[in-house]
């Protein structure tokens, strides 16, 4: 029986998620490694040089995803900004999830519907945006101005550089990829080779919003075309 699938993740925004994943496993490891004076001298300076080339390709994918998809990125940015009552609404059980996971009876049992991103991945993923820039400004100032910034200018740059991005790991790996597991049809579009596609059923069942508002708008302006 055939089943019907509707695409979540164009091959732009598995390319700019997965090599951002990758890139920023990388930087992290070898700015841990550095600043916590795991490794010798020697060996910290060669992953000083290694951390500035994996900056190049994390800035590059971040600013190449903006500007040559910049219908993609503006879209994103929009569905993250869409904050209404459903959105705030998700916070009153955490979408289920503590019920689901952990037995506890938080909140209604019915999750408020929701659009193209929950209320929990929107506040992570603007989290996550704002300091994916943050960071590669920071980094690259620190690397390229330091001097000219000042001591006290220079010492906060630097601890935000640090310190956000352990934070934001932290948020990544303790929260936002232990649920992606979880909802395993988002994860296989995500990181399988091939369309970025999941059930429409699995799609109506976490993002209602999204098919109902979105995904049948379209397919109503193809009909009528």
Sequence with gaps: MHENRVLKFPLSEKVFHNVNLITWIALIITGALIYFKIVDEATAKMLMDWHIGIGIVFTINFFGFMLLNFDRFSLMIRNLLIWDRDTFAWFKNFGGYPRRLFGIKF???????????????????????????????????????????????????????????????????????????????????????????????????????????????????????
């Design 107 to 225: 909140g209604p049992e019915e999750v408020a519907p929701q659009g193209r991103f929950n209320a929990g991945q929107k506040a992570a993923y603007l989290i996550f945006m704002f300091m994916i820039f943050g960071l590669i400004v920071s980094g690259w100032l620190f690397y390229a101005y330091p001097a000219a910034m000042g001591k006290i200018f220079t010492k906060w740059i630097f601890l935000f550089h640090v310190w956000g991005s352990i934070l934001t790991s932290l948020l990544a790996f303790c929260v936002h990829m232990p649920l992606a597991i979880i909802n395993s049809e988002d994860l296989k579009a995500m990181f399988r080779f091939g369309p970025g596609d999941v059930p429409l059923e699995d799609a109506h069942h976490h993002a209602p919003k999204w098919v109902e508002d979105d995904l049948m708008a379209v397919d109503a302006t193809k009909a009528a075309h």
